[in-house]
C-alpha cells in the first residue's frame, strides 16, 4: 500500500504547495537573540571595532612606528588638564606615547594583535577541543575514562606558566603565542563537548536513530554535531575574551608581543607606568580593551540565554 | 454540611511567560468540608495542581493568583508571608509528585520530620523525634529510628512517599493537599500509598484534597470530585454521582477513554495464533547483565535473567512488569540495541547472534521500535519529515528524494497527522502529535515487528486511547507482529493477546490475555492485577487486594529472584541460587514456581 | 573517607609524575639551559650545575635522581644566584604569597558568596542588576588595570573621607602589615569575586527553582530558614567545584599583583626568574604549585563529597 513509485496520488500531495513552514530551534534562538539589547548593541559595537582594526593605516594619517622626539608623552588637545600637559596637536586624537608615536593608531594596531590573537588562539582550541571532546564522549568507556584523566593531568598544571616557560624558551614567537594560549584553553571546551555529547548519546531519538538502521557517522553528523553547537557557540563567544585577557597577561609581564607591534596588554603596561603624569596612555587601551571584553561577554551570555532550552 | 475548612471562590491563575500570559485556572470555586476527601481529576494542563499552589501562595516567582480562598473564613489569598506560614506546614499540608526531588537531599528525614514540629508547635528535640517516630509508625516505616538517620536518596520510592506524608501529617494538619501523589510510583506501591492516607484521613479526620489524572485512584479516595479542563471546572458533584451519571461531554469522554480491567474495553482483534500460525521470532533464554560497582567490588546486575518466548505473525505479545524488572532492556537486548549476556534471539529462523554489524542494519528493517517519551524520541533540531524519513534514507538508500518525501507524507496521513507540517518540528506538536511521528517513523518501513516500549505512558488517556487505536489499526493493515511493554496493565489488557508478566528480569507469568487478568496464578501477578485502580466508586472500594508486603529487594541480591520461593533460598547474597521453572498450569498458561504460602 | 582520601593522594603521584617530567624534559629542551653544552655560566654555580645534576650520568639517571631529590625536597641549586638553592628561594617568598592567597580566597569567597545570594533572592529587581553589572567588570576588567586604578585612587590622589585620611601604602610588604596588604589581597580577590557571585547566583536561583524548595515554602519555613537550612548547601555544590581552579587563577593573578606592588612572594622570584632565564628556580616553582594546586582539588572533592550525601566516596 505504501511501496511503489511515485503515484499520481503521491505526485499530488507533493504538489501541495502549502506546506507549513516550522520555527526551527535555530530561528526561535535568533528571534530571542534580537530581543537582547545588551547583546545586539555589543554586536554592534564589537563590529565597529574590529572595522576600525582593520581599516587603522587609512583611518589616521600616522604610522604605528614613526617617532617624534618633540612630542613625547602629550595629550591629545580636548583633554581636559589646562596648562600642566603638553599638548599633540589636532591629529593626534589620543595624544603620543613616551616616544611621540601616535597612540590612537598605536591602539588599533593593538586592537589587530589582540582580536587576532583571540580568533586564532581560540580557532586552535575550538578544533582540538571538539575532536577531542566528541572522540572520549561518543566512545566512551575506557578510551573517554583515559582521555579525560589526560586532560585531569593537564587541568592541575597552573598553565599560564607552561606558556610563560615556551615563551621565554622559545623567544617569543608571535605563532608560539597563539598554540600556547589555544592550548589552555581547549581543556574546558573539550570537557564542556564531552559531557554534551554523552548527555546527548543518552537521548532517545540518538537510539531512534540507530533503530532506525542509521550508522555511526551519519549519527554523529547528523544528530550529535548539530546539538552539540549551541553550547559550543556559546563558550567560543566566552572564549574569545578570555583568550585576549591571557595574551595581554603575557605582554603586561613582558612576555608577549614585541616592539615596534604592540597589543593592548603591551599599551596598558607602558601606560601604567606613567600614569600618573599622563593618564591617556593607560585610559585609552584599557578603555578599548575593557569594551571588547564586555562586549563579547555579553553576547556570550546573549547567546546562552537565547539557546538555553531550560525555559522551553 | 458544617462550615468549609476551605473555602475557593473566583479564582484565576496566570503566569506571564516571555510568549505572553498563561491563563492557567479561570473563575474556580470550591469548599471542602471537615472530613472530606476532594477529589480533583484533569488531564496534564488542566490546571489542577496550579489551582491549590495558587491557592496556598506557592505558585512559581511568575504566577499570581488572584480571587479569594478563605481559610476557616479567614482570608488567606494575599496575605502576609507570616500569616501563611502560620498555617502552611501546620494546618495546611501538601505533598508532592515526585518524592525524591521534592525531598531536600542532604538532610536526613528524621531533620526534615522535625523541623515542621519544632517550628509550629515549639516542641523541644527529643519530643518532637519522639512525636515523628509515633507517625512515621503510622505511616507503616518500619525501623523508624534507623530510617530517621537516612538520606532520601537511601530510601525506596514508596518510602519515600511515605516520609513525605509523615512530614505532612506530624503536625495534625486540617487539611492535606496531595498532588499527584501516587503518580511516580509502581502500581502495587501506589496502591500501598493510597491505602495509607485512607486509614490516616479515617483516624485522624483530616479533610484530604486529592489531585489526580487517574480515575481510578480517584474513585477509591474521594467523597466528592471535580473535573477540570483547561482551566476550569466543568463538573463537580458527589463521586457517585459523577461517575456513574456524568453530566458533561468532557467527563463522559474521560470516563470512556480509561481502560479497564474488570469490563471488556475494545479488545485487540484475534489473531491467527493457532498451531500453523508461524513464529517469527523466537527467544530463548535471553539474558542481560551490567557490571555495578558497589563499595570495591564488582558484581552483575542482572537485568534481564533468561527470558524466552515465542512471537508469532501478526501476534501482539504484551509485558508488564514494575520499574527494574527489566522490561525495556528485553526489548533493547531483542533488537541488538544493546549487547546480549546470553541466550539466543532467533529472527524469522536466523540466530542474530551470527549475523554481522552491516547485515543487522539491513535487517532493521523488518524489526522498528516506539519509544515511551515522544519528545525525547525526536531530534530537535529536525523537522518531523525529516524524523519520520530516517529510516527510509537509511534502509532504502536508492530511493528518490521525490518519492521518500512523498511516502512520508502519505504516512503522515495514515497516522492522522496534516502532511502539510512536514517542515514543522517536534516542539510545535503536542505530546500525543509527537507520538503520532514516532508511531510513523517506525512504521514507515514497513517492518514485520514493532515493539512499543511504554509507548503511551507518557500521554493522557484520551490521547493513550487514540495511540492505542492507531497502532492497532497499522497492525491489522500490515500483519505486523507486536510485543507492546508497559507498566499498566489496564492499557495491555485493550491491545495484547498474551501476557508476560515480569519480575526482576524473570517470567513469572505467562498466559493468554484473559487468563492473566482472570485466572492469575502466581502470587505477583494477582497482586500486580488486583492493585490497579479501578474507575468505578463502588467496585473500587469493594475490591480486596492481594499484597506482597514488602518494597522489592535489591536486584543485586542473587535471593531476590526467589522471594516468592522462599524454600529454596541459599541464605547468601552472592550465592547461585535456585532457578525456578515455569510450569504449564494449563495450555498456553505457565506459571513460575513458587511458594503454597502465598494465595 | 580515609580511605578515599589516600587513594585520591596516591592517585596525584602519577599527574605529579607526569607534570614533573614534562616540566624537566622542557628544560633539556632551553637553548642555554643547564643541560645545554654550550651553556655559558659562572664558575662557582656551573660547579653547582654539574653536582647537582649529575651531568656526567646518562640522561635517564638524572631525570631520576632529580626526581629522587624532588621526594626528599630537594629542588636544586639556583642557576643565577648562587650560594641559593631553588627550595630556599621557594621557602623565602611563601609566606607571603600563602598570605595574600588565603586572604585573598577568604574575601573573595566571603564576599562572592553574599553577593550572589543576595542576588539570587532579589532576582531581576534592582539590586540583582547591580550586583550582575558590578561583576561583569570585575570579570572584564584585568589585574593588571584594576591594581594600578587603586593605587591611584588610594595610593597617590589620597582619599579623604570625613575628614580621615584614609590613603594607603601602593607597594612594598613592610613585614606584612595590614596597610599593605589592603589593596594587593583587594585586587587579587576582585575578579574572583565577581566570578564566584555569578556562580552562586546561578545556582542558587536552580536550588530555589527545585522541588524540595516548594515542600520547604509548603511547611511554612521562613525564608531566611529556607535559604539557610535547604538551599546553601545545595548552591554551594557548584562553588565547591570551582574551588581547584580559582586557586590556580590567585596563583596566576598573584604573578602581576606581586609584580605591581612589589611583593616579595613566589610569583615575583617567579616572573623575575622568567625573564633572567633562572631555569631551575622557574622548574621548581612550577612543581611546587602544581603539587598545591593538586593537593587543594583534592580537599576540595572530599569536600564535596561531605556536603553532598549523594556522592559515595567510594569510586
Redesign the interface.
Known amino acids: 500500500m505504501i511501496a511503489g513509485g511515485v503515484t499520481k496520488e503521491g505526485a499530488a500531495l507533493m504538489r501541495k504547495a502549502q506546506d507549513v513552514q516550522g520555527r526551527s530551534l535555530w530561528v526561535d534562538a535568533w528571534r530571542r537573540l534580537l530581543r537582547n539589547r545588551a547583546a545586539m548593541v555589543s554586536i554592534v559595537l564589537l563590529f565597529v571595532i574590529a572595522a576600525m582594526a582593520i581599516l587603522a593605516p587609512w583611518i589616521s594619517g600616522y604610522s604605528y612606528r614613526a617617532v617624534d622626539y618633540g612630542l613625547i608623552s602629550c595629550a591629545p588637545d580636548w583633554w581636559p588638564g589646562g596648562d600642566s600637559y603638553c599638548r599633540a596637536g589636532g591629529t593626534h586624537w589620543f595624544g603620543t606615547d613616551s616616544i611621540g608615536r601616535d597612540l590612537f593608531v598605536r591602539v588599533l594596531y593593538g586592537a589587530r594583535v589582540s582580536l587576532a590573537v583571540g580568533l586564532v588562539a581560540t580557532a586552535v582550541s575550538l578544533l582540538i577541543g571538539v575532536a577531542y571532546g566528541a572522540t572520549a564522549g561518543y566512545l566512551g568507556g575506557r578510551i573517554d575514562a583515559l582521555m579525560m584523566r589526560v586532560v585531569d593531568v593537564l587541568y592541575a598544571l597552573p598553565f599560564i606558566f607552561f606558556v610563560i616557560i615556551l615563551m621565554v624558551l622559545f623567544n617569543r614567537n608571535f605563532f608560539l603565542l597563539f598554540i600556547a594560549i589555544g592550548a589552555i584553553e581547549w581543556l574546558t571546551m573539550a570537557r564542556i563537548v564531552r559531557g554534551q555529547t554523552l548527555s546527548i548519546k543518552q537521548k532517545e531519538f540518538i537510539e531512534a536513530a540507530r533503530a532506525g538502521g542509521v550508522g555511526t557517522w551519519g549519527i554523529i553528523v547528523r544528530h550529535i554535531i548539530p546539538n552539540v553547537l549551541g553550547p559550543v557557540i556559546v563558550y567560543v563567544t566566552l572564549t574569545i575574551p578570555a583568550v585576549i585577557l591571557s595574551e595581554s597577561f603575557l605582554s603586561f609581564l613582558g612576555l608577549g608581543i614585541q616592539e615596534p607591534l604592540t597589543s593592548w596588554g603591551v599599551l596598558i603596561a607602558d601606560g601604567t607606568n606613567q600614569m600618573e603624569t599622563a593618564p591617556w596612555l593607560v585610559v585609552f587601551p584599557a578603555g578599548f580593551m575593557a569594551l571588547t571584553l564586555f562586549c563579547f561577554n555579553f553576547i556570550g551570555d546573549g547567546l546562552r540565554d537565547a539557546l538555553d532550552p531550560k525555559d522551553r | 454540611m458544617a462550615a468549609p475548612i476551605l473555602r475557593i471562590a473566583n479564582l484565576d491563575v496566570r503566569f506571564s511567560t516571555?510568549d505572553g500570559e498563561v491563563h492557567a485556572v479561570r473563575n474556580a470555586g470550591l469548599e471542602v468540608g471537615p472530613g472530606e476527601c476532594l477529589g480533583v481529576v484533569g488531564e496534564s494542563g488542566s490546571g489542577k495542581s496550579q489551582l491549590f499552589l495558587g491557592a496556598?501562595g506557592?505558585l512559581?516567582?511568575n504566577g499570581r493568583a488572584t480571587g479569594s480562598v478563605e481559610y476557616r473564613g479567614e482570608e488567606i489569598l494575599g496575605a502576609p508571608?507570616k500569616t501563611?506560614?502560620?498555617?502552611?506546614?501546620?494546618k495546611i499540608?501538601?505533598i508532592?509528585q515526585?518524592p525524591l526531588?521534592?525531598?531536600?537531599?542532604?538532610?536526613r528525614v528524621g531533620a526534615q520530620i522535625v523541623?515542621?514540629l519544632q517550628?509550629?508547635q515549639r516542641l523541644p528535640r527529643d519530643e518532637a523525634e519522639k512525636r515523628a517516630l509515633e507517625v512515621l509508625e503510622l505511616v507503616r516505616i518500619p525501623e523508624g529510628r534507623r530510617r530517621m538517620r537516612q538520606?532520601p536518596?537511601e530510601l525506596s520510592g514508596g518510602m519515600r512517599q511515605r516520609v513525605?506524608i509523615a512530614?505532612a501529617m506530624v503536625c495534625g494538619p486540617d487539611l492535606l493537599i496531595a498532588d499527584e501523589p501516587t503518580t511516580a510510583l509502581d502500581v502495587t506501591v501506589q496502591a500501598d500509598i493510597l491505602d495509607i492516607m485512607r486509614d490516616l484521613k479515617a483516624e485522624l479526620n483530616t479533610s484530604v484534597v486529592l489531585v489526580s489524572h487517574d480515575m481510578g485512584v480517584i474513585a477509591g479516595m474521594a467523597d466528592r470530585v471535580l473535573v477540570m479542563r483547561r482551566g476550569e471546572i466543568v463538573e463537580s458533584g458527589p463521586v457517585d454521582e459523577v461517575y456513574h451519571r456524568p453530566r458533561h461531554e468532557y467527563t463522559k469522554m474521560l470516563l470512556a477513554a480509561v481502560p479497564r480491567l474488570d469490563r471488556d474495553g475494545p479488545r485487540p482483534e484475534p489473531a491467527a495464533r493457532s498451531a500453523t500460525a508461524k513464529a517469527v521470532l523466537a527467544v530463548d533464554d535471553l539474558r542481560v547483565s551490567f557490571p555495578v560497582?558497589?563499595?570495591?567490588r564488582t558484581r552483575l546486575l542482572r537485568a534481564v535473567d533468561g527470558v524466552s518466548f515465542t512471537l508469532a505473525e501478526g501476534e501482539t505479545l504484551g509485558v508488564v512488569g514494575e520499574s527494574g524488572c527489566g522490561k525495556s532492556t528485553l526489548a533493547?537486548a531483542v533488537?541488538s540495541?544493546i549487547a546480549r549476556s546470553g541466550g539466543r534471539v532467533v529472527w524469522l529462523g536466523r540466530d542474530l547472534d551470527g549475523v554481522r554489524q552491516s547485515e543487522l542494519?539491513?535487517l532493521?528493517?523488518d524489526f522498528?521500535?516506539v519509544?515511551?517519551?515522544p519528545l525525547?524520541?525526536?531530534?530537535?533540531?529536525?523537522?518531523?519529515g525529516e524524523?519520520i524519513a530516517?529510516?527510509l534514507r537509511?534502509?532504502q538508500p536508492h530511493l528518490?528524494p521525490?518519492?521518500v518525501?512523498?511516502?512520508v507524507?502519505?504516512?503522515m496521513d495514515?497516522v492522522g497527522l496534516?502532511?502539510?507540517?512536514?517542515?514543522?518540528?517536534p516542539?510545535?506538536f503536542s505530546g500525543g502529535q509527537n507520538q503520532r511521528v514516532?508511531v510513523a517513523?517506525a512504521m514507515?518501513?514497513?517492518p514485520r515487528l514493532v515493539i512499543c516500549d511504554e509507548a503511551v505512558s507518557a500521554l493522557d488517556a484520551s490521547i493513550q486511547s487514540q495511540i492505542i487505536a492507531l497502532i492497532r489499526d497499522l497492525q491489522s493493515?500490515f500483519a505486523m507482529s507486536l510485543i507492546f511493554i508497559s507498566h499498566d496493565l489496564s492499557v495491555v489488557h485493550q491491545i495484547a493477546h498474551r501476557v508476560m508478566v515480569l519480575y526482576l528480569g524473570r517470567v513469572v507469568e505467562m498466559a493468554g490475555r484473559d487468563a492473566i487478568y482472570d485466572d492469575p496464578r502466581h502470587p505477583y501477578t494477582r497482586a500486580l492485577v488486583s492493585a490497579v485502580p479501578i474507575p468505578d466508586p463502588a467496585l473500587e472500594r469493594a475490591k480486596t487486594r492481594v499484597r506482597i508486603g514488602h518494597d522489592p529487594p535489591s536486584p543485586l541480591d542473587t535471593r531476590a529472584g526467589l522471594l516468592f520461593l522462599k524454600s529454596r533460598i541459599v541464605d547468601d547474597p552472592d550465592a547461585e541460587q535456585y532457578r525456578p521453572k515455569l510450569i504449564e498450569v494449563a495450555p498456553g498458561h505457565f506459571v513460575a514456581e513458587h511458594d503454597a504460602g502465598f494465595t | 573517607m580515609t580511605t578515599y582520601a589516600l587513594r585520591r593522594i596516591l592517585g596525584a603521584i602519577p599527574t605529579l609524575l607526569v607534570i614533573i617530567t614534562l616540566a624537566f624534559f622542557m628544560m633539556r629542551l632551553a637553548p642555554g639551559g643547564p643541560f645545554d653544552s654550550q651553556r655559558r655560566l659562572p664558575p662557582e654555580i656551573e660547579h653547582n650545575v654539574e653536582v647537582a645534576y649529575h651531568l656526567d650520568r646518562p640522561v635517564y639517571q638524572q631525570y631520576l635522581l632529580y626526581v629522587g631529590g624532588l621526594a626528599r625536597g630537594d629542588f636544586g641549586p639556583s642557576y643565577r644566584s648562587k650560594d641559593f638553592t631553588v627550595a630556599q628561594l621557594i621557602a623565602d617568598g611563601l609566606p607571603v604569597s600563602a598570605e595574600l592567597g588565603v586572604l585573598a580566597i577568604a574575601l573573595a569567597l566571603v564576599m562572592g558568596t553574599a553577593l550572589g545570594i543576595t542576588a539570587a533572592l532579589n532576582q531581576n529587581r534592582l539590586s540583582d542588576h547591580a550586583i550582575m553589572s558590578a561583576a561583569m567588570f570585575g570579570i572584564t576588567i584585568p589585574t593588571f588595570v584594576t591594581a594600578p586604578l587603586l593605587t591611584l585612587v588610594f595610593g597617590v590622589y589620597g582619599v579623604r573621607v570625613f575628614g580621615f585620611d584614609i590613603s594607603l601604602p601602593v607597594g612594598g610588604w613592610n613585614g606584612g602589615q595590614l596597610r599593605n596588604l589592603i589593596l594587593p589581597v583587594a585586587v587579587l580577590a576582585l575578579p574572583q569575586i565577581a566570578i564566584i557571585a555569578r556562580l552562586v547566583r546561578g545556582s542558587m536561583i536552580e536550588v530555589l527553582h527545585s522541588n524540595y524548595i516548594r515542600t520547604a515554602r509548603a511547611k511554612g519555613l521562613s525564608s531566611g530558614r529556607i535559604v539557610m537550612r535547604h538551599a546553601l548547601r545545595a548552591a554551594m555544590l557548584p562553588l565547591v567545584s570551582y574551588l581547584g581552579p580559582a586557586v590556580a587563577q590567585l596563583v596566576t593573578g598573584s604573578l602581576i599583583v606581586e609584580q605591581i606592588f612589589g611583593l616579595p612572594g613566589i610569583g615575583r622570584y617567579f616572573v623575575l626568574a622568567a625573564i633572567n632565564r633562572d631555569y631551575t628556580l622557574v622548574l621548581g616553582v612550577v612543581i611546587f604549585y602544581a603539587a598545591i594546586i593538586i593537593l587543594l582539588n583534592i580537599l576540595a572533592d572530599l569536600l564535596y563529597t561531605v556536603l553532598d550525601p549523594r556522592v559515595s566516596y567510594r569510586t
Open positions: 516571555p496556598i506557592l512559581a516567582q508571608l501563611l506560614n502560620r498555617l502552611r506546614g501546620s499540608t501538601m508532592f515526585d526531588t521534592s525531598l531536600t537531599p542532604h538532610m523541623e515542621g517550628l509550629h538520606y536518596h513525605m512530614m560497582r558497589t563499595g570495591w533493547r533488537l540495541l542494519r539491513k532493521r528493517k522498528q521500535i519509544f515511551q517519551d525525547a524520541s525526536l531530534d530537535p533540531r529536525m523537522t518531523v524524523s530516517e529510516p537509511a534502509l528518490a521525490a518519492e518525501t512523498a511516502r507524507r502519505r504516512m495514515l496534516e502532511s502539510q507540517w512536514i517542515n514543522r518540528y516542539h510545535e514516532g517513523r514507515i518501513v514497513e493493515a
